[in-house]
């Protein structure tokens, strides 16, 4: 009896187990992004009719005179469904409905999230600002209740303008504005072609390039299942292709030239440096790995990564030319040129588990005993305040 009992209890565990499985199974196998009988009813039916959609024209690659990653997903809906999608272009600040490719500063659920955009700190190039001293900041009254929302700082006086003309005029002459805050994708070619320099990010106030979906409409349940799979394949390249139009745009490179900068592998020399450059196993690792990754991606350049032995050795090699391009985050003084690169940097001060010292400021380290990494720019600019103790490392 007990053992007809225990082979009892074995099948039905077999059998939880089976359906357990194929419960998982058929979840795992289920496409979510697979069209229904319905949609794809909706498509045969619809293939000579003209899908209307409205999308901007006038940002930076958003969508501008036609092109961009909103054009871009446009051709991708037609060449696989066949769709005929007729784009109906707007301005920046006009009102639209629904089925829109647009900008938001707040997501919906049903949004489809092309890119996300952060605000900058703009001022004329060639200039030294000290940001922590009152300064007056131009914004657009379109983007006021965002940016308050989230900088607090009290030295920044705002000053509201209710177009983008009037804004450039004034930063232009500085009459009455040093620095303008305005979303930086959107308004790249401006900041290029003006030379103007990026003086702080903020990467906190964003803003979202974005396809609002109809409500009950199958052609935006069609484009919604089709953005997953143009997402995770065909995005990036996207994106990358049109900030890089919107550079040579900008800077007025031609595409001879453009090709002749892509011919070349550049030669990058470096120490390792942790956390910012490193090579472990053959690969060149760290914060600016990233930065240059995602240069390389945008422009399609190659770099060759050279590790030097020692800081010496790495100098000799710069003062050589043996190198075309190095992060100078050290004391060098050098025949390079300097590009800013609009990476901001930012410093702990770290103390021993249990010190309870109260550190708000440079200042609060007034008379103590410091350590910073050997012949950088963080060690001339303590030591140039003269009221620390600098202790230098390799």
């Known amino acids: 009896m007990k053992n007809k009992k225990r082979i009892i209890i074995i099948s039905a565990i077999i059998i939880i187990f089976l359906i357990l499985t194929t419960i998982i199974t058929m979840s795992f196998l289920k496409d979510e992004n697979k069209l229904t009988v319905a949609e794809k009813q909706w498509i045969n039916d619809n293939i000579s009719n003209v899908q209307n959609v409205n999308i901007i024209n006038n940002v930076d690659i958003a969508g501008k005179s036609g092109s961009g990653i909103f054009y871009d997903f446009i051709k991708e809906i037609k060449n696989e469904y066949n769709i005929t999608v007729n784009p109906i272009t707007y301005n920046k600040g006009e009102e639209v409905g629904s089925r829109s490719f647009k900008i938001v500063t707040e997501l919906n659920d049903n949004d489809l999230v092309f890119k996300e955009e952060h605000f900058a700190l703009v001022g004329n190039n060639n200039k030294v600002y000290n940001l922590e001293e009152e300064i007056n900041v131009g914004i657009l009254n379109t983007d006021e209740n965002l940016v308050k929302n989230y900088i607090k700082e009290a030295n920044i006086n705002f000053i ?16 009455k504005i040093k620095f303008i805050l305005v979303p930086l994708d959107e308004n790249m070619s401006m900041v290029l ?188 600019y303590l030591k140039e305040l003269g009221f620390l103790k600098v202790n230098t490392y390799k």
């Open 160 to 175: 509201n303008y209710d177009d983008f003309d009037s804004l450039l005029n004034d930063i232009k002459n500085e009459e």
């Open 193 to 380: 072609s003006k030379d103007y320099k990026i003086y702080k990010h903020y990467s906190d106030i964003k803003k979202y390039f974005v396809y609002e979906i109809a409500d009950n409409d199958p052609f935006s349940s069609i484009l919604k299942k089709y953005f997953s799979i143009y997402k995770s394949e065909k995005l990036e390249e996207s994106i990358n292709n049109n900030i890089l139009n919107a550079l040579t745009t900008a800077l007025n490179i031609s595409e001879k030239e453009l090709t002749n900068i892509q011919a070349k592998e550049y030669n990058y020399g470096f120490v390792n440096n942790t956390p910012y450059e490193v090579i472990t196993s053959g690969n060149y690792g760290g914060i600016l790995s990233l930065y240059l990754q995602k240069f390389s991606s945008v422009t399609n350049t190659d770099f060759k990564f050279t590790k030097y032995k020692n800081y010496n050795d790495f100098i000799e090699a710069i003062k050589n030319e043996k190198v075309d391009i190095y992060f100078n985050y050290y004391d060098l003084d050098t025949n390079f040129k300097t590009v800013d690169n609009g990476i901001p940097i930012t410093y702990d001060i770290l103390t021993k588990k249990g010190d309870n010292t109260v550190i708000n400021s440079i200042e609060s380290l007034r008379n103590k005993e410091v350590y910073v990494s050997d012949n950088s720019y963080l060690a001339k």
